[in-house]
Every structure is written in C-alpha cells, then in structure tokens.
C-alpha cells in the first residue's frame, strides 16, 4: 500500500520504519499541510494519507483534495482536542499517536482501530493517596506517582476525589473549571461512563515524553454531594479498563459522622475518600515529617487501616528536614513511626522547597520541572520499590530506534 505521511518528528521517523518493514511503499514524509498539497498534485499512486489532526497538517483543502482523488485520509490524535478538530473537519478515522503500528495496521485495512495504546490483559490498577489534615503534601506525591508510572511506560490517569480541597488542577495549571471526576461519576451514576466519555472529560496532560489523563476536582467544595461512594466506586470501576494505573488523591477525613443521624440514606462528605481507599489496590498514606504531622499521622494510622482492603500500604513522610525533626532525620522518622506506631520502613521524601515551587509555579511535575529534585527521586524510588516491586517495566523509547525496547525489573 502507498502512504503519505504528514506528522511531526519523531513520530514520522517512527511510522516510516514501521510502514516500510510491514511492507508498505512510504511515498512522502511531509513536514507541514502545504506540501501535503502540493505533493497530491505531483504523486497521484498514493492510496493512504496519514496526517496529524492539527491546523499544520490537517486543513479543508488537504481533506478535499484527498477526496477528489480517492485518497483515504487517516488523523493522528493526541487527545480529545485534536479528535474534535478533525470531527469539525467531518473526519472519524483515527488512530492515538501514542499507538502501536498493529493499530495503524488495522485502520488500513478497514477496521476500526481501538483509540489509545492496546491495554494489557487484566484490570488496572488503582492507587489511592491519603494523608491526614495539615498539608502533608498528598497532592504533590499524588502527582509524582503518576508521573513516575507514566515515564515507566504504563498509562495513567490522575483522579482528584477530594472533596473538601481539590488541588490537582491548580497544581497542574490546568484552569479548566469543569470537574472532570465529578462528571465521570454523574455518568456512572446514570450507567453511562464509557472509555469514550473519559477520554472526552479527560485533560491530557504531558510528562516529558509521555501523557497522562486528569480528571480535575470539585471546583467548589459545596458539591460534594455529586461524589456519593456508590458513584466514585463505579466510576473507578471504569478507569480500570481504561488505564493501567488510576492514582486517586482524596480528601483526609475518613469519619462516618452521618451514621449517627436517624437518616441512614443521607449523603456523606467523607464517602469519596472512604470509597477510594476500599477500591484500592495500593494505599500511599503520606505523613508531614515534623513533630506536629508526625504526631497527627499516628492518630489517624487507625482510621486509614479500618477503611482499607488491602495490606499494600506504603508510608511515605514528605518534607523531611533537620531543621524540624533534628540530627539525622530519616532515622529519627523511622524509629518514631516504628516506636509509637509499629509502622516499618517508612518512604523518606527529603524537603525541596524550591523543586516544589517551581513545579507549581511553571504547573509541571518534578518530573520535568526539577528532574534531579531528592523528592522526585524519592517518589521514584517509591514507584519502582513499593508500586512496581517484582514486575518488568518497559522503558519508553524513541519510536525511531528500530529494536526491541529494553526493560527494568523493579526491586522486591
């Protein structure tokens, strides 16, 4: 079959490497929409246009001239901005860009190709992230394990269930005032969340080289109601067909207050965290390293362990300082939590003040933001050590490197 491509490096190097060794006959690799047109007019034995779904590449007059003669037009997306940018064109063929060429493959020869990297046999994953009141920083180790569990390779999407202060969106610079949660459980509750829905609530959000989905929370916190359990249970029911990993960031209340009322059907503010935590398949219960969070984590310890189903819990103490615990510490962290609380071998995340406010201040991740930060290593070294222990993970890779991808195995 004879292709056109017109996408931007190195994705173009990628698919010219991939058509060619299927068997296809790469007639042109294009760098932007005029010369799409301009090499249609010249080359006319072209059966497949593949072409990025953005205003560069993808224009009214590349769409009719490839109509006028004969040429199928395939969009690459890379989310649901460029999905609807080529439906306002009245193009439905997609592929995701971050896809296998197996899914190219498919849309050329007729079929629908499923949107977005093939999914792995089994069910995803769910990571809930908890700490008790008093900022211990539950949104920054939140967004640090998604974005570590991108880089790893696996698809992520990010879920802020925090009802009483969402924060992932600012945290984020993401200024859409939609909650893409709260939608997603008004869906669920009414048996119509679909991966397609996801998606188009979803905001795509890069991490260097690799994307995450955000579902952003509660604009105001006076609509905690649209986040019943019943609803956040089935609505991360869905994500887990839909990602590899869903990293949820709830609220720090786990009480039951309303169970004392006569009215037992009552909404409960606390039920999205509770819900989240009962759904998880790992708990990260993150704790302030100072006398004042120290002393908090230890009395809620018992809380978190009555409302979860699983022993995969993971302490991590955030913003480890000596100026606030003393000489060494780690150890005086360590031995704290062990002593009153019986709770072993702790994630030490040391204290990045300036990491942090540069990622907040630019909306990036530590990832990108300050990538040798001691917090962002820390939070790798949880990913890979707590989160990832004993699986191989595949290391992303330039798609123009035409060989198998290398992985690392995880430490038990």
């Known amino acids: 079959m004879r292709l056109l491509l017109a996408v931007a490096t190195p994705l173009s190097d990628g698919l010219a490497t991939d058509a060619t060794r299927h068997g296809h006959d790469v007639v042109a690799v294009l760098a932007s929409g005029v010369e799409v047109l301009a090499v249609i007019a010249r080359a006319p034995a072209i059966d497949v246009a593949i072409v990025a779904a953005n205003p560069v590449f993808l224009t009214q007059q590349v769409l009719a001239e490839c109509d006028a003669r004969g040429i199928r037009l395939i969009a690459v997306i890379q989310g649901d901005a460029d999905r609807r940018f080529a439906s306002s064109l009245g193009l439905y063929e997609f592929v995701d860009a971050t896809a296998d060429w197996q899914h190219y493959e498919s849309a050329l020869g007729g079929a629908a190709p499923p949107v977005g990297p093939a999914r792995p046999a089994g069910r995803g994953e769910v990571v809930t992230v908890w700490g008790p009141v008093g900022a211990p920083g539950r949104t920054t180790i939140a967004i640090g394990i998604a974005a570590e569990l991108a880089l790893a390779g696996f698809s992520v999407a990010l879920g802020d269930v925090d009802t009483h202060g969402a924060s992932i969106a600012p945290a984020l610079g993401i200024l859409d005032e939609s909650p893409g949660f709260a939608a997603a459980c008004r869906l669920a509750g009414a048996d119509a969340l679909t991966l397609s829905e996801l998606e188009r609530i979803g905001h795509l959000y890069r991490v260097g080289p690799r994307q995450i989905w955000v579902l952003t929370g509660l604009g105001r916190p006076n609509r905690w109601p649209e986040l019943s359990g019943e609803r956040v249970t ?85 913003k480890v300082r000596s100026s606030a615990i003393g000489v060494n510490p780690a150890a005086q962290v360590t031995q704290t939590l062990a002593r009153f609380g019986g709770i072993p071998s702790p994630v030490i995340v040391p204290h990045d003040q300036n990491g942090v406010d540069s990622a907040v201040l630019s909306g990036e991740t530590l990832v990108t933001a300050a990538p040798k930060s001691p917090a962002r290593l820390a939070i790798q070294r949880l990913v890979l050590e707590r989160i990832l222990a004993g699986r191989e993970v595949p290391v992303p890779t330039r798609r123009s490197r035409a060989r198998a991808r290398p992985v690392l195995r995880a430490s038990n």
């Open 234 to 318: 089935s609505a991360i029911s869905v994500c887990r067909d839909w990602v590899d990993f869903t990293v949820l960031d709830t609220a720090s209340s786990l009480e039951n207050d309303e169970e004392i009322s006569s009215d037992l059907f009552a909404p409960r503010r606390n039920a999205a965290a509770l819900a989240a935590l009962a759904e998880a398949d790992h708990v990260v219960a993150v704790g302030a390293a100072d006398p004042v969070g120290l002393s908090r984590f230890l009395r809620f310890h018992a809380d978190l362990l009555e409302a979860i189903s699983t022993d995969a819990v993971t302490t991590v103490m955030n």
